[in-house]
């Protein structure tokens, strides 16, 4: 792991997980998925555009609000349908439409989990199952938050057999979309768990989770997974990371123990120790 600036000594005492490329690569593709059919969608109203820029420009936004609902980055579609003088479709609307054309792609996934045909491992980020055991055995709460529709991320969760890490603490997206976020997620388990700062820690391969927990002075994990079955760091979200503002980044959970004793350190740990 990677050490980026001083953490107080503390104990944790809750730690919030992102589920999409933290835990889960199930949806592995997903932004290239997006992106595609927000480019054919803008290219529809502004045919005179370069569709490579449009894609540029696409996925530029599309990173910046990784984490939050899916619902924002329809409604960032929606400005932008406006700015080329168009009208655009109920964000909603752009929601189901993107969400069946992700389903078409990895329904290949879903479908072999349930049937057998793959086994959950195999759609985990690497080391991530023992990694969850080991801060259940600590007893510290564990919570899952994520973007993606609640009732899928409950299935994903399921099939991946993680869901026995979080009962009754996985959250996620609603067509209600003001009534979560990652954000209110974290405020309410401040207010019900009585944290502090560095009591609590957040792990997250996106900007949303990592700023939110900045926010309320926790300790930002970043996973700079790769989501193509290949071990090692995934350099670009590794930058993302860092300049969200990360503490600690580990490239997936394999080699992530070390992290274990640092949940209950005596010491700060500093930039003097910067890499383990």
């Not at 045919?47 to 540029?56: R, V």
């Not at 792609?105 to 049937?115: P, T, V």
């Not at 869901?163 to 401040?190: N, V």
Request: charged fraction near 30%; glycine fraction near 10%; hydrophobic fraction near 40%.
């Amino acid at each position: 792991m990677e050490v980026l600036r001083p953490i107080p000594a503390g104990e944790t005492k809750a730690i919030l997980f992102d589920f999409d490329g933290t835990i889960s690569l199930l949806r592995a593709g997903w932004q290239q998925i997006m992106v595609d059919f927000m480019v054919e969608v803008l290219v529809e109203v502004a045919p005179h555009e370069d569709p490579s820029k449009l894609s540029k420009s696409t996925l530029e936004f599309v990173t910046e609000l990784t984490g939050k609902q899916t619902i924002y980055q329809m409604f960032r579609l929606c400005d932008e349908v406006r700015k080329r003088g168009g009208e655009p479709m109920d964000p909603l609307s752009y929601k189901h439409r993107y969400h069946e054309l992700l389903m078409d792609a990895i329904r290949y996934r879903i479908e072999g989990l349930r049937s057998g045909r793959y086994q959950a491992g195999d759609w985990r980020v690497r080391g991530v199952a023992g990694f969850l055991e080991k801060l259940q055995d600590k007893g510290i709460p564990l919570y899952l938050g994520s973007g993606t529709d609640q009732e899928f991320v409950l299935e994903e969760a399921k099939l991946l057999d993680v869901d026995r890490f979080f009962p009754e603490r996985i959250f996620g997206a609603l067509d209600e979309y003001t009534q979560f976020s990652k954000r209110m997620l974290i405020t309410q388990m401040f207010s019900q768990l009585e944290l502090r700062g560095t009591e609590f820690m957040a792990f997250g391969d996106g900007y949303v989770e990592i700023r939110d927990t900045k926010r309320v002075g926790g300790v930002a994990i970043g996973v700079a997974s790769r989501e193509d079955g290949e071990i090692g760091w995934d350099k670009w979200k590794r930058r993302r990371l860092v300049s969200a503002g990360a503490d600690i980044l580990i490239p997936d959970f394999g080699d992530a123990f070390p992290l274990l004793d640092f949940l209950h350190r005596p010491e700060p740990v500093g930039l003097e120790n910067s890499q383990s």
